[in-house]
């Protein structure tokens, strides 16, 4: 059975950092390219970025909003994924998503983060 | 603002034939498969269409989709009141060189 699970989340002030996980199971992850997408409360989905496999160049993409600020990194020998998240603001409170596949085929439970002073 | 456009809502009533539309531009449906997700209340999306038109292992065939030129479409067929849920398409834009949602259209079955 895949399984994504996130961790991390929870309650940070402008300007900090987190730190968010996505553990995997259920499916080969190495081979995988592996996507964060956030919805904020009451709005839609907004794609974050995404680290291609290490057979497809292991290279990141990310959205404009959170370009600079956020890093996507894996670690294959964990079967985990990583969203480092710098600068935060206010407009960054949302549910976290991890998602995996070029097409988003599993998502995770999500895990929320809360930017406020 | 979405760089894909989805109207607000739909509805329908129990068994009728619920569509919803997605429109882009040429550097994202133009030129790229349309995915579909649903989000039922309180819950993670779930891939429901890929690549315009194809359905996931265990999706009923009372859900389609179909993509025309910058434009996509997806069906509800034999509406149920468990398909009540917002509905998102999805494609890559080579333009922003980025994966971009629609604003998601909210399903009501009345």
């Known amino acids: 059975e895949v399984q994504l699970v996130e961790s991390g989340g929870g309650l940070v002030k402008p300007g900090g950092s987190l730190r968010l996980s996505c553990a995997v199971s259920?499916?080969?992850?190495?081979?995988?390219?592996m996507n964060w997408v956030r919805q904020a409360p009451g709005k839609g989905l907004e794609w974050v970025g995404h680290?291609?496999?290490?057979?497809?160049?292991?290279?990141?993409d990310s959205a404009a909003p959170v370009k600079g600020r956020f890093t996507i990194s894996r670690d294959d020998s964990k079967n985990t994924v990583y969203l480092h998240m710098n600068s935060l603001k206010t407009e960054d409170t949302a549910v976290y998503y991890c998602a995996t596949g070029v097409i988003l085929i599993a998502w995770g439970q999500g895990t929320l983060v809360t930017v406020s002073s | 603002q979405s760089v894909l456009t989805q109207p607000p809502s739909a509805s329908g009533t129990p068994g009728q034939r619920v569509t919803t539309s997605c429109s882009g531009s040429s550097s994202n449906i133009g030129s790229n498969g349309v995915n579909w997700y649903q989000q039922l209340p309180g819950t993670a999306p779930k891939l429901l269409i890929y690549s315009n038109d194809q359905r996931p292992s265990g999706v009923p065939d009372r859900f389609s989709g179909s993509k025309s030129g910058t434009s996509a479409s997806l069906a509800i067929r034999g509406l149920q009141s468990e398909d009540e849920a917002d509905y998102y398409c999805?494609?890559?834009?080579?333009?922003?060189?980025?994966?971009?949602f629609g604003s998601g259209t909210k399903v009501t079955v009345v």
């Open positions: 680290v291609k496999s290490k057979g497809d160049g292991g290279s990141t």
């Open positions: 999805a494609a890559w834009d080579d333009s922003l060189n980025g994966y971009v």
């Open positions: 259920g499916f080969t992850f190495s081979n995988a390219w």
